[in-house]
């Protein structure tokens, strides 16, 4: 079987794997206040070219969407997320359990509009009704789009004017920053948003996100927060190591790179098959629609998810390329899907 | 400078980072439904002799110890566990963060007693107060110490006496099962509680800890909850490979030997140098007392942590020992003791 | 200025006040273990045909509504509920403060039906995501309108199917049970549901809701609930003076019968005169559309609240009447509306 | 039966009552922002010289504090308080609830010291614990001591050393603040501390606490805290109208007077028959320690509370007097004593 399930189905890139290894007999302090997490802050902060930020290392994707949400928010707060946002519906409730209401609202494939910024504060008029104090986007998104960086600033302005702190989630913030007609480069997204956070875990880390914070506001005590949510790593300096190895040498887009190419192969040897598909997705994640018949045969060689079900006879299933994607694999299931029976 | 100052300080076994490595480029399902994992659940549930319990991976202790005592209790449960425990002074308020409060009890040896429950008990006797539901002991203690066979089935019996679960901590269960003088299996923790955890990143995995669900009532939809506490480690094979080594040959229990080994060496030592010691430990944490001075000294070679202030003059210091302890360190902490100034 | 602002702008039915001045002086046990309270539970009990039922007295609806739905529900379950329900959108984010998701769905004419929450249930598939366990309605609704026997019977059905408990929010129950057309009664919800409220505060108590749970599963240790989110009123007798009096001779369904007959003398005015209403509530609440202009006009002499913008000239307002309504005052905002400048 | 159970075991002040019924037709706008309220804030202002502190009215004493401490803390900051701290010990864990933990001190006479707090910030030095930002008092004590002036001040002056905010809970500020031997005033408090509240259920009013915020930063939109936690009143007139009334003529304080007054009667000819006590209570609640026979005897003719059992043969009991207590049962309470068999 061929996996397209995921781009977190493999380790780590050798790479990092051989930095683990290097360093294991190591002796350093514990829960991240060693010498390769301050470097590897340094390291982002450069690349970032925001000497003032504060970053933080976290496991994973929900626990680092829980803490900061729950650090930035007062109790009546809530944050504003596109109805699809991965805090809305793939977190069980993890926002929720920190006592914070997630303002789910339409969006345009998949992302945040300022109207709908601006619908939801006029909605929320008093103190009958929760505060939208924050806008949360993903970018990539839940559905392979990006932000272009005249959306972004759009939404930060907007975030400004209505006074919203303004946090990105980047799971696959890898693949969105090397996409093709990306425009958006991650000092401005250092530039125009409140916080956000560099996903490693499906960017070739065995696990972690490194948080960054850059208003000041919300740098305060921000470890008391990620200590009361059990994301306090023991052996810190395992993701000091990691993201210290990802920001040299640029291997994080590099990663990010490879893998973005196998999806555009993926995606164009399908189109040539005359495949539709769900989004128009320029990242990692493709969305072709297959007949019912089509997909059981699929199923025989490969791995992948159900997305949407587009009618009785059609289903969007989503691939997924990694930066452990391999060429041969892509070409496999060209291959398979060119040799279906015709429609 | 030589560090005593915990049982995280390096990466991981040999063995362990041996299987990481080479297992890494194998692709597999996520979220810990991957073949690891199941292995790993089985030689654990096979080593303690209960084919019918339910074994979980999470990343880390508080996140353990928060994701359990959220999922087994009703909003006004409460938690009785003894003042030192780490639920209740090392978490930041993990606990209360899900709605519980954590009733401290006195305790002897920092261990709870069957007196002590039984009070906590009878003190919260309406609905104007929490109901105690659940013990939470640690196995070694915060302080060093163990519970002995007939503590724990005093402990249990009390439990059942009283509608109350029994959880177990083992963030140090290792050293706990394979100290001088333990009488108590893991198969009799397995048989007298409700639930445990098998700690792996005090142990000489990289992280993780191994939850024990015995109780039926307890099993009950608990990957719910550890999503929902951002404890669901997207690559759950890290875990699972990870534990299906350390119960492999016993790798598990010969770490947590060598530790103990350690330890002990050092004790024997520094009391031949007639140090005083706080507690009497029998594993893996060692609390001995120095003057000031003697702790200025003993800070320009070695690495430790502060524990509790004596008097003016005197402090308690703890030497932490692990699977990555070597001999000689310890023999240069006992001859820099020898060596000071007589006091 | 005439008030058709709320139902809860006066203080309480004469009868009710009459009996807190009678029992004034009376010295009773606290916290609603007193005669009074019994009587009332008793009177309920035998009025909706339940004896095996447990009523408890809450003093407000949100305190309610968020009291039970936190009693009910494991941390990671979420209840489902109308886009418009109370506890969506008007509760502060109240159900969320103690970790539950709300699941907003589309609903009709402001009610769940069994096709909701069917795709609710079926969306939610797995550990990723929260668990629906309970249904939230409301009779009458937000938008005026009820529950007809067989839409509560075919809900009732779908939520025992699904696993799901069943609450009803009648905080405006007296107005649903009494209205034209309406053919379920109050033994009926009680069969139907497993908990539901009887709302005091919007007919006719100076403040007060009667929780009615059913399922003895919910009916375990609620007391403790109550507590824990501040809803145990000291001295509870007045709780239960009220209600002992809301139950006999029917006072409370005469209060709602009075709120129905002038709700309805308003819509047939309005409507003679040619208004159109965004809903036919057959309930207290009538939401009239009217023209900016006429808006103006009307707020010179009249208290309303604004409800939804239909367009940039038109608003639906909502006027509400209660048992304390007069029926000239209906009047004069008929004649009002006739006199206003043709359009 | 006499009844000397609690300070809320009737309804309200005979003047009270009046108000009630007065106002009762009156229509008003709902949620605290009537006249009523309004002037009851000003009244309180005035009297308490802060014009520019916040007045705000909630229904019980649980919910007051659940509210106050949830609005004023980030989500791992904790209280400070006595081991006897109503938020502590008799609140079903209400604090917990929304997350934080409570740090129980030993305190004296019921009262936290300067030093309890000093020794509980040092004790809580990094993020691997709670953070201490507040501490709870109450005036008069769980065990009906008063704090006086200088001992208010240290403590006020400590907070504001360590960067805590101080609350103090007034459930019984009436009694406390009109007790033999007492210096502060209210105008001290308001002065002294961050915020308070003036509690109303227990010195006359039907229900009622209103809190008082000094510190501006605890101002910022406190009424989104208080809907969110379910404590605000539909009629929130029905708290205006009873504090407005409150505070004309000295009400609340002539009201508590009479209660001192009875307490001190109560206990003085106690103390004639040479019954002991727990505590030297100067407020309505006495605590005297009979034998186990010499209650089998009280109980025959009055109701009243068990505190804590002194020895197997004695129990501490306690007698609590209100505005509603007459003269004449005192004075029954003092012969049966007298007519004891001796012991």
New interface residues.
């Given amino acids: 079987m061929i ?1 397209f ?2 781009d ?5 890139l ?1 790479e990092i ?1 051989e930095a ?2 290097k ?9 991240g206040m060693d010498e390769y997490c301050a470097s590897a802050s340094e390291k982002i902060k450069k690349r970032i070219n925001r000497p003032d930020a504060q970053v933080h290392f976290l ?6 969407n ?2 900061c949400i ?2 930035f928010l ?3 707060e ?1 944050v504003i997320g596109v109805k699809t946002a991965h805090i809305n ?6 926002i ?7 303002i ?1 609202v339409e969006g345009k494939e998949g992302k945040v509009t300022p109207q709908d910024i601006r619908a939801a504060v006029e909605y929320h008029s008093d ?5 939208p104090k924050m806008v949360y986007i993903s970018d990539s998104t839940e559905i392979g789009t990006i932000y272009y960086k005249k959306e972004l600033e759009d939404i930060s302005a907007c975030c400004k004017e209505m006074g919203l702190y303004l946090y990105l989630d980047g799971a696959r913030f890898g693949s969105a920053l090397t996409a093709e007609g990306n425009d958006l480069t991650i000092e401005d997204v250092a530039a125009l948003t409140d916080a956000f956070y560099i996903g490693g ?2 960017n070739g880390a ?2 972690g996100e490194a948080v960054v914070l850059l208003n000041p506001e919300l740098q305060k ?1 921000f ?13 810190g300096r ?1 993701l000091g190591i990691q993201f210290d190895r990802l920001f040299t040498d640029d291997l994080f887009f590099k990663a990010a790179i490879h893998a973005n190419k196998m999806a555009m192969k993926l995606k164009q040897g399908l189109k040539e098959c005359g495949i539709e598909f769900m989004e128009d997705s320029v990242t990692n994640q493709q969305f072709p629609i297959f007949t019912n018949d089509e997909i059981e045969i699929l199923n025989r060689s490969f ?1 992948f998810e159900y997305n949407d079900r587009i009618d009785e006879n059609r289903y969007a299933i989503r691939f997924c390329t990694s930066w ?1 994607t391999k060429e041969e694999d892509v070409e496999k299931l060209i291959e398979a899907v060119k040799s279906m029976p015709k429609r």
Same sequence: chains 1, 2, 3, 4.
């Fill in positions: 996996s399930k995921n977190y189905s493999e380790g780590a050798p794997m683990l290894v360093t294991n007999l190591e002796s350093t302090v514990g829960y496991v994973g994707g929900t626990q680092t829980q803490t729950s650090a007062r109790s009546f809530a519906v793939h977190e069980t409730g993890a929720e359990a920190t006592g914070h209401k997630v789910a103190e009958h009704m929760v505060k875990t499906k065995l696990f005590e470890r008391y927060s990620i200590k009361q949510h059990g994301g306090m790593l023991a052996k395992l791995l452990a």
